[in-house]
Nanobody
């Protein structure tokens, strides 16, 4: 499965962006799909995920209440709606997909998309 993330850009603090993750095939509809991010000089971190059916989501604490993940399996696409953006959200965002969860509840990625850069200005 090939994943392609897009939709990043420059936004002011408090603004919104919607990232999209498009998959090359319908297999994505049977995979847990999530988002990770990597800020300059930092390790890649988990942002959130959505179950294959879309019925369950899970987010890291720092984005809860601000970010929402949804999916449209008919379009083989997963979305990350980011509201009330903060400068600390500045990072390259990656979508990923897999079939298993870590013991902590985060998905174990088997597939990665290329990143899309998000910059939040203060």
């Amino acid at each position: 499965v090939q994943l392609q993330a897009f939709g990043g850009g420059l936004v002011q603090t408090g603004g919104s962006l919607r990232l999209s993750c498009a998959a090359s095939e319908r297999t994505i509809s049977s995979l847990i799909t999530g988002w990770f991010r990597q800020a300059p000089g930092k390790d890649r971190e988990f942002v959130g995920q959505i179950s294959w059916s879309g019925g369950s989501t899970y987010y890291t604490n720092s984005v809860k209440g601000r970010f929402t993940i949804s999916r449209d399996n008919a379009e083989n696409t997963v979305y990350l709606q980011m509201n009330n953006l903060k400068p600390e959200d500045t990072a390259v965002y990656y979508c990923a997909a897999g079939t298993r969860y870590r013991i902590t509840g985060e998905l174990v990625p088997n597939y990665w998309g290329q990143g899309t850069e998000v910059t939040v200005s203060s």
